[in-house]
């Protein structure tokens, strides 16, 4: 793609009673514009990514309200709604409008707050059969889990592993929500919330943005090292076949061939990954769908520790949804924004030595057994 | 009276409730709940059938988070593959330490939970067919 990456910005990620949408998305924007070296007068195109305003605020086209804060008007600003993957198919989008020529300079944005003063319980889907039958966002994963233990053996320690192994990259992370490192015992312990699925296995609720500023790679000579090349950006929605194959995402594998087609490029090339670990389980069987390891050794790349870092193969350095933290719509962005980070060689404590390839993953919702929509961006420098 | 979860799901035939699905005329793919179009071969020919009345486990997960709609906690949902070859997603009812994958189960028609007003919602669910009222 003629698609390079010139400035990122992220908040922390956390519980901020004090700040609202406004003061979040405003936070990243302004940064990644200014670490492109820009104003926001060269901002052309705007994508901005938001899950749950709507339902938890009754906002809309919150894109255009925090652009104007930072003066940012008379330019296209599309709002993307597309579950956890909003903020990345917002990236996915600019990526085609500087593809298209119908814009130089793009900013994404993803923003989120789920933190509100009034408890509200979310309602996903509350009209899908599923949703009246019992249904919830986690359940989908406890299944998963179960068919993978079932079909693989993976024993429940194997599973902890994913969050013991991202609470220790999230120590590393200033901006992760959770700093403290945990053990299987821990995760284990801790109170179930969807068998076999406890609540360390599952990514908190918080509040935070990302945001990063793109534009044509040859415009992007200019910023020399601190540009990153995008080589591929996939997004596709599931497969949805019945009876569902509940021990992978048929819609990552797809995605990560489309992806490694359009870059050129294969797993064995990646340095450094940010996937979509919403829940353990959902690590080890992303791993398999991105081709690191044939389906069911997963849990073995895990235990090999090839997945720490220090490992061959780095997976969420930043510490993941599980530490790191998960305001939904800003996701997409913040995986963007880490590796973009590693591949600069600024990402401090948990730096992945000389990574010159890295990808983002990202998943959102679940239809019928498989994901409603994956996306995959893999970025080089 | 009270209300079902969802209108077409299922009819009784000779006392017993079974689940309604589409056919495709084309592939001969089956779907519940019913469609339109059949995402196989977008043959938009698609007829009315039952489905098997029971099946097994396919997957299933016990929910331990506080729910509107379900008094009973834990509560455990589930994947059912019937007889026809296809899963359809459902309540699961009966000994929870015995409800895990690949365990036989029946559909059953009932009180399953309650709407978001707090009345009672009668629903479709599968259960061990030892467990089956008579």
Not at chain 2, 71 to 86: H, M, R, S
Request: charged share 20%; with cysteine; net charge negative.
């Amino acid at each position: 793609m003629n698609v390079s990456i010139i400035g990122v910005g992220i908040t922390p990620f956390g519980k901020f009673p004090h700040l609202n949408l406004e003061n979040l998305g405003f936070a990243a924007a302004w940064e990644a514009i200014r670490d492109a070296g820009l104003t926001p007068a060269d901002i052309q195109t705007a994508y901005s990514g938001n899950a749950l305003a709507s339902q938890l605020f009754g906002e809309f086209t919150i894109g255009q309200k925090i652009l104007w804060g930072l003066g940012i008007h008379q330019i296209p600003v599309i709002n993307v709604e597309n579950a956890c993957t909003s903020g990345s198919t917002a990236f996915y989008l600019a990526c085609l409008a500087i593809e298209s020529g119908a814009a130089e300079v793009a900013l994404v944005l993803g923003v989120e707050k789920m933190y509100v003063p009034i408890k509200k319980v979310l309602d996903a889907g509350a009209n899908d059969l599923e949703t009246k039958l019992g249904f919830i966002v986690p359940g989908s994963f406890a299944m998963r889990a179960n068919s993978y233990i079932k079909e693989y053996g993976l024993r429940p320690e194997e599973m902890a592993l994913v969050s013991v192994k991202n609470h220790q990259h999230g120590a590393l992370n200033p901006n992760a929500q959770y700093k403290e490192t945990v053990t299987v015992e821990e995760v284990l312990g801790s109170p179930m919330v969807v068998s076999p699925l406890t609540r360390l296995s599952c990514c908190p609720q918080g509040d935070g943005a990302a945001a990063v500023v793109i534009c044509r790679s040859d415009m992007a000579k200019r910023f020399g090292s601190k540009a990153v090349q995008v080589k591929a950006s996939v997004l596709l929605s599931g497969s949805y076949d019945n009876p569902p194959h509940l021990a992978q995402w048929p819609a990552d594998t797809r995605s990560a061939q489309k992806a490694y087609q359009q870059a050129g490029l294969g797993p064995e090339d990646l340095d450094v990954i940010e996937l979509h670990d919403a829940f353990t389980i959902a690590e080890i069987i992303h791993y398999e769908g991105l081709g690191l390891c044939p389906p069911g050794e997963g849990g073995k790349l895990l235990k090999e520790r090839k997945t720490w870092l220090g490992g061959s193969i780095p997976v969420n350095p930043s510490g993941g949804l599980l530490a790191k933290g998960h305001p939904v719509g800003a996701t997409g962005v913040a995986q963007i924004v880490e590796i973009v980070q590693q591949l600069r060689g600024v990402a401090g404590a948990r730096q992945v030595p000389k990574a010159k390839v890295g990808l983002a993953h990202c998943m959102g919702g679940d239809l019928q057994g498989d994901a409603r929509s994956v996306t995959i961006n893999i970025l080089a420098v | 009276m009270s209300k079902t979860i969802q209108d077409g799901l299922w009819q009784e035939e000779f006392g017993k409730p079974l689940l309604i699905a589409s056919q495709c005329l084309q592939c001969e793919s089956k779907y519940f709940p019913e469609r339109k179009i059949c995402p196989k071969c977008y043959s938009d020919k698609l007829s009315t059938v039952l489905l098997a009345s029971s099946g097994i486990v396919f997957s299933c997960t016990q929910v331990f988070v506080k729910s509107k709609l379900i008094p009973e906690q834990p509560y455990t949902v589930g994947y059912v593959l019937l007889a026809d070859g296809i899963t359809v997603p459902a309540r699961l009812i009966g000994d929870k330490g015995k409800l895990e994958i690949g365990l036989p189960v029946s559909l059953a028609v009932g009180v399953t939970g309650k709407d978001s007003e707090g009345e009672e919602v009668i629903g479709y669910y599968f259960q061990p067919p030892n467990e089956v009222e008579t």
